[in-house]
Structure formats: C-alpha cells, structure tokens
T-cell receptor, first 112, second 111 residues
Framework: EAGVAQSPRYKIIEKRQSVAFWCNPI?????LYWYQQILGQGPKLLIQ????????DSQLPKDRFSAERLKGVDSTLKIQPAKLEDSAVYLC??????????FGNGTRLTVT | KQEVTQIPAALSVPEGENLVLNCSFT??????LQWFRQDPGKGLTSLLL?????REQTSGRLNASLDKSSGRSTLYIAASQPGDSATYLC??????????FGTGTLLAVQP
C-alpha cells in the first residue's frame, strides 16, 4: 500500500513569513494527525482529525497555527507568522481508529 | 501532566548482543503502549502495539512488555544487528489514540 505522503520535504523561511504543509494519508484511514518534532525530542501532537472533524487540538498554538482536512482526506497545516522556535520537523500520520499510526517522512522547517 | 521517560538516552552495543530499552510513564490510564523506530531523516515506523489488557507482544526478534501497575514498558531486542541502529521511541496511548512520546533511545549496533 502507498504510505503517507507529505510535501515539501524541506522548507526554509524567514521569521514572520507564512508556510503551509500538505499531507495525503493512507487510503481508508479516517484518523489523521499532525505532530511537531523538535530536534532531540519526541514528537508532540498538534492536532488530530477523525474524518474532517477535530478530535484534539489542545496543543495547537491557535494564534499562529491552523489546520484543515477538507472532505476528510488530504490535510494542510499552516503557520502564520512563523517564529524561530517553530523550526522543527512536522510529521503527518494516519491510522484506523485505535490502530498503529503510519507516519510520513515529514517536512523539515527552518525559520531564520 | 503525562510524562514519558526513556532510559538510556543512548546505547552502543556490539553486534549479536541482546539488549533492553526502558520506558516509564506517569499516567496509569493507558489504552495502549506503542514502540516506534525512527531512522535519520525519516518518519516513525510502528514496531509493536500492546493493548492495556495485554502483558506483551512479540514480532520477530522484538519483544515488548507492559506493566501498568508500575508504569513501565520494556523493548527487548534479541541478537542485535547493525541494521537495528536507529532511535527507538515509546509512546503512551490514551483514549482517542493520542500518543505522548518519550524522547527516545539512540541505539548504535557496532559490526
């Protein structure tokens, strides 16, 4: 089966600019997750969708981060405006409900 | 606040050795415990998922155990190989499959 697809793989922006990441989950997976992984740390959940509804966004900095999952398939994560501390790898994952997560290769964001 | 701790942070062993990675968590309200592998520049690959009603799971040379009462899980790797070199992450799974990750153990298996 095709895995979780993410783009772009790398992105370098200046602080205060905006950026968007895209994720296409595994076909049939209703649950989609966005994680932020800062260098040397474990991934931290930003937002979890079940179909196109939000299950958990308690750790999403809503003043600058937004995410949507139109039609319950693809998802985009946006940061506007970016800060230096947003430099991280942004991982998308998908799963059936309460099953192992399948991760994409991530987008490495550098904010200068 | 739920915390997940992994010890050791880094481990180097010679090829062929058996090894144990440790994971501890503070929240006993656990639905599952998951172990992942992460290679440099890549995403995470699921290795084992232990439901809260289970004590252990096995896949090939990997065996993971779960002790909810003590808040601990271990990942046992038998007969380690250089290809096992990676970062190993454990994650506490909550009711909605929300995962809280540890910071990982960086494993190097020397040929």
């Amino acid at each position: 089966e095709a895995g979780v697809a993410q783009s772009p793989r790398y992105k370098i922006i200046e602080k205060r600019q905006s950026v968007a990441f895209w994720c296409n989950p595994i076909s049939g997976h209703a649950t989609l997750y966005w994680y932020q992984q800062i260098l040397g740390q474990g991934p931290k959940l930003l937002i979890q969708f079940q179909n196109n509804g939000v299950v958990d966004d308690s750790q999403l900095p809503k003043d600058r981060f937004s995410a949507e999952r139109l039609k319950g398939v693809d998802s985009t994560l946006k940061i506007q405006p970016a800060k230096l501390e947003d430099s991280a790898v942004y991982l998308c994952a998908s799963s059936f409900w309460n099953s192992p997560l399948h991760f994409g290769n991530g987008t490495r964001l550098t904010v200068t | 606040k739920q915390e997940v701790t992994q010890i050791p942070a880094a481990l180097s062993v010679p090829e062929g050795e058996n090894l144990v990675l440790n994971c501890s968590f503070t929240d006993s309200a656990i639905y599952n415990l998951q172990w992942f592998r992460q290679d440099p520049g890549k995403g995470l690959t699921s290795l084992l998922l232990i439901q809260s009603s289970q004590r252990e799971q096995t896949s090939g040379r990997l065996n993971a155990s779960l002790d909810k009462s003590s808040g601990r899980s271990t990942l046992y790797i038998a007969a380690s190989q250089p290809g096992d070199s990676a970062t190993y992450l454990c994650a506490h799974g909550g009711a909605t499959n929300k995962l809280i990750f540890g910071t990982g153990t960086l494993l190097a298996v020397q040929p």
